[in-house]
């Protein structure tokens, strides 16, 4: 009955918090319920958890008005100890285990760092341990930082080789007009290549969160892209983690449908690591033709590109831009950007980006 085994499960701080910005103990412990009794039933469960916030700002009141920079890691490094402490003892109940995992982007940066920390999780979930997974909200500063946990958890599911990733909000889904307007509709399924949601996406974000709903949508696109099942559900809801994961029940979501054909661990890697692009590759007409095919495994050779824009060493990630300027992917350099000048316009030199590096959006 069940459709999936491995899952990652995000959590909002819309979810976790009051209308006073508190953290919502009762529906953590709902939560925990929910998720104890998928392990119950062999499911395996990553945890991404907002949250630490929320906590540290309800026991913490500064004398002094400070930053927004200073406020979160103040909140954060105190919220995180009784996040975790409160999950640790509801878990306990069942006799479950669970585990902190605090991350940053930058940790994730390079290939080794990736997989050192993909270990990290396996060898818990081995164990029968349940990760909880947050942004370093501490040490984080804002150009390192993940535009919130969605992209995070994203970033998880993909990294986990998890079946689908579910990511709880406080609205039932993705609407096809304003919610609070008659004959308004929750999106119930998004299919690869119908992905933009764009005019029905309102651009304010959470009360408590740092993202939005686009930023929702596009993580979830992506991910589904990569062979993921991404749901977004509202965590509000009673049951809502058991009804989802019950084949037999239709319950209200919205749910972006995989692709049939799921990418390789590298380029999923590659296809979350825009962040750390070090330099940029413009192609020609004819190597756009060539990528946009997408006929047979192209990769990006120096006679293809008639640009290159900063300076990058091998193995860096670049961005990849099309003849008219429009980013189309993102890979692995091959070579420094030294190497590539020389090389440009050449034929029968070795790829910039080798097809196996190379991640093109859809």
């Known amino acids: 009955m069940l459709r999936y085994k491995k899952v990652t499960i995000k959590v909002g701080s819309n979810v976790l918090t009051r209308a006073d910005g508190t953290l919502d103990f ?37 004398t002094d008005k400070l930053d927004a920079v200073s406020a979160r890691q103040l909140y954060s ?19 479950l285990s669970c585990g902190q995992v605090l991350t940053t982007k930058e940790s994730l940066s390079t290939r080794d760092h990736y997989l050192n920390q993909r270990n990290c999780m396996r060898v818990m979930l081995d ?20 535009t919130d946990n969605d992209e995070l958890s994203g970033l998880i599911a993909t990294m986990m080789d998890h079946e689908a990733l579910i990511i709880l909000s406080n609205i039932d889904g993705i609407y096809n007009g304003n919610p609070k307007e008659p004959g308004t509709e929750v999106i119930r399924e998004v299919y690869p290549g119908k992905r933009d949601l764009s005019e029905y996406i309102q651009t304010s974000k959470s009360s408590f969160g740092r993202g939005g709903m686009q930023t929702k949508t596009n993580i979830a696109s992506k991910v589904a892209d990569e062979g993921i099942e991404v749901i977004i559900a509202n965590g509000k809801r009673d049951n809502i983690l058991i009804d989802l994961l019950n084949s037999e029940k239709d319950t209200l979501c919205t749910r972006f449908v995989a ?14 690591s825009e962040g750390f692009a070090k330099g940029e590759l413009h192609v020609n007409a004819n190597c756009t033709l060539a990528l946009e095919e997408g006929d047979s495994a192209v990769s ?24 008219e300027g429009n980013q189309i ?33 859809e």
């Open 77 to 95: 490094s105190v919220g995180q100890v009784r996040l975790l402490h409160r999950y640790y003892m509801l878990f306990s109940d069942y006799g």
């Open 26 to 62: 009762t529906r953590m412990s709902a939560l925990v319920d929910q998720i104890a009794e998928l392990k119950r039933q062999g499911v395996e469960v990553v945890l991404v958890s907002s949250g630490a916030g929320a906590a540290g700002r309800s026991v913490i009141h500064p």
């Open 127 to 146: 164990n029968d341990v349940i990760p909880i997974i947050n942004e370093n909200d501490a040490i984080s500063v804002t150009e390192l930082m993940f």
């Open 259 to 272: 692709s049939p054909e799921p990418t390789s661990s590298v380029k999923r890697w590659i296809a979350h």
């Open 329 to 361: 992917g993102v890979g692995k350099a091959q070579m420094s950007s030294e190497e590539a000048l020389e090389k440009i316009g050449k034929k029968g030199e070795k790829p910039i980006v080798h097809y196996d590096y190379l991640y093109l959006f």
């Open 300 to 323: 990006i050779l120096p006679v293809g590109v008639n640009k290159i824009v900063g300076e990058f060493e091998k193995d860096d990630i670049v961005l990849i831009f099309d003849h």
